[in-house]
Each structure stands twice: as structure tokens, then as C-alpha cells.
């Protein structure tokens, strides 16, 4: 078999009639690529015109074991002809507990902790926000410049990655104050690793914290492992830890959101292991249920609630999305996806940095395990951001059989299935290394 396989350049007949029926009746999203999947296995992914693709995506994050994997599609057919929904907020069965003990085994942090199921990212994110608020007392947040959290209105007013998202929306929830990350490709202070001694995260203490945001008034911070929609930007590793101490010595506590880089996407289980620390509280969702939507948050005990309706859901913990959580932890731990991810991330870096060598608009290429990216410049000394090379690299892959999506405001982003086959992963790089020289031009 070819892999990839372009028959007819896409959309072909079948998936532009789609593509136009979609534009009349969906709401505007954030539509990237004119592909009309049909079915996928693995990594490759069917359109409609029977074209065939190599997938860097997972779905934004979520086929961390791959597209259908039998282990999760059998344990959803078997769940499906027993019991679906029975409201596991307000009553009992085996699953969900089964599976938030197994849960609360696996997130960093040897204390008791509880678990409470969403649908969403953005879900997980709200409903960590209620915990520190109702934990804390406290109504201030701390997140950061170029982070992403989700759409909703608690979740959207800590994102920070883009105007589009914020455009038309204000007020969202108050009381957030947004810091700037580590993102040293483009200090915010103009600065340079390591001679810097990490100010940005000093700054927290000095500029905020000792200014204007009362530690005692701030809820949470929130922190991504690596910064993700924003631009998969890597932190150097005294930042996080520098912030963690922040927030200990503060009383803030610390939320770790993971819900793109958990469930192996990064060679760890979670993203946050990377920096050795231990959050108060951690969200997770999109690789949790392979392909099912489910999240959730796992916090410290002393956290919870503790009061009947303080915060609740009608699908959290749902059957469906239990078994299928359960599954996708069985294929992670039997098929060692996490060290897959390490092994596989390695490959792709060495490849990635190779290609850097003779293609300077290749002005950054970073990430963990399997969550990477390269942000396009338009040369490498003005480090000048290019959003068209970025645009081209994702649309001329696509027609060429790679599926792309971007990140930040010149990257593009690669996070195929964990389960991948290495002939499939070294495909959809041959193809990218060819999109990316030709790509060159287009910059001059
Ligand atoms: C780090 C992070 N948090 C939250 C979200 C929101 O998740 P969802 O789109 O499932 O609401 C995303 C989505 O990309 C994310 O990457």
C-alpha cells in the first residue's frame, strides 16, 4: 500500500459538495483544511474521494492510541448493549469509581486526592476554577500571555493566545491577570537563556504579586506544561519549577492544565512530569478517551466541595466515556505508549533539525515526545514570524497527503497517534521536508 495516497487532488468531487453544504448550515469555526474523512485506522485516515492520509493531528490531541483502536472500540461495543448514561454525578456504579482510583494512581502526587469527570477541555478547566474558588476563598487568577485553556467564558478569560478569541467577548470572568511565559525564541523582556536567571519568573513576585494582585485575594494560577494552541513553546526547566515555588510561598495554588499534552502525548504520562512538580490541582480531557469526549479534574482531597450541588453535570463520568477511558489506559500501559512517545519523538526531532539545517525558515523547532512543532520565519536572524509560510506549509501538505494543523502565529504543529508506525511517521516527514523546500520560496 502507498502511503500516502493522493488519487484526486483534495477536496475531490465528493468532498467539495460537502464542504459547501457545511459552509450553509455549521456555525463558523475554526475550519483548516478542506478534508472529508470518512474512516481511519491508526494513523491513516480515509476522504471521501478515497484518498489517503498520513495523520499528524490525532483529531487535535485525541487518538493518542490511534483511530479506532480495537481494544477501545470493543469496549465501547460491549458497554453500549449494557448501560450508557445513568447520571453518575447523582448516582452509583462501578466504572466511574474504578476508574477515577485509577486515575488519582496515576497523576503525580502521593496524597489522597478526588476526581470529578467532565465532557471537555474547556469543562475540566471551568470546573477547576469552581475548586480553587470554593477551596481558596479567593477570587483572583494568575495565567499566562500566549496560554490556552479553552473557549468558555471562566476557561476564556484565561486564555490568552490569540485576539480572535477574545475579540467581541469582553467582559469574560473577572479577577484574571495574565503574566508572560518562558518562551525564549522571543523573551517578552528581551532578554537571553540563561543569562537572564529567569526573570519572567521573578517578575511574577516582583511586578505583580508585590504590586498590584494581592497574593491573598489569588485563587489559582494556571500553567501549561507546554504552552500549546499558542505555539508549543518549552519552558527551560527552572521556570516552571520557579513559578511552582511562587505559588507555594504565596498560598496560590497550582493548576496544571494537561489536557493536550496528558496521556503520553509528550513521553510522559502527563505533560507536567517533565518539570517535576506536583500540582494542586490537574485538568486533563482530549487523549483521556480516545476519540470519546471525556475530561476531568483530579485534585487534592482537602479541595473537594463537600457540599451537595456546589458544582455538578448531567454526561461527567458518563459510561461510555468511562470504559473508554479504561481502554485507552489498558492499550497506553500494554502497548508502552509512553516510552513510544519518547522513542518516536526522538526520531522526529533528529529528523526535524536535520531539515533545519538547509531550510532556515525552519526558525524554531521544538516540543516533548510526540508533541511538536516548527515555527516558520521569515529568516533567521530578524526571527520575523511568517504566518504565510506557516498557512502554505499546512495547505500544500494536505493536498500532498499530511495532515497538519498549526499552532501559535507561525507554527505548525506535529502530533501524530502515539501508535504511529515508524514507516508512517518517516512518510509524513519526507512529505513535510519536501513541502518545507519548496516552501522557501514563497518567503523571498
Ligand atoms: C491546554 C488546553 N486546555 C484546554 C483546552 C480546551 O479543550 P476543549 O477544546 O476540549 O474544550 C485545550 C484545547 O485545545 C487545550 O489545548
Redesign the pocket.
Known sequence: MKVPEIKEVPPGKKGRDLVQRDKKIMATSTKTSELVAERAKGALVWDVDGNLYVDFTSG??VVNTGHCHPTVVEAISKQVNRLMHFAGTDFYYDIQVTLAERLAELAPGDFPKKVFYTN??????EAAIKVAKWSTGRGRFLAFISG?????MG?LALTASKIQHQERFFSTMPGVDHVPYAYCYRCPYKLEYPGCGIWCADAIQELYLDKFVPPKDVAALFF?PIQ??GGYIVPPPEFPKKVFKICKENGILFVD?D???GFGRTGKMFGVEHHDIVPDIL?V??GMGSGIPV?AVIFDSKLDFGVLGAHSNTFGGNLIACVATMATLDVIEKEKLVMRSEKLGNHMSKRLDEMKEDNPIMGDNRGFGLMQATEFVRDPESKSPAPEIKEYVVRESFRKGLILLPCGASGVRYIPPLTIEEEHLDNGLDVLHEVIKNAGSISK
Do not use: L, N
Open positions: 487535535i490531541g471537555s477541555g474547556a469543562e475540566s478547566v490556552f485553556h479553552g473557549r468558555t476557561a501549561e500549546g494552541e492544565d489536557v493536550q499534552a485538568c480531557a482530549k475530561g
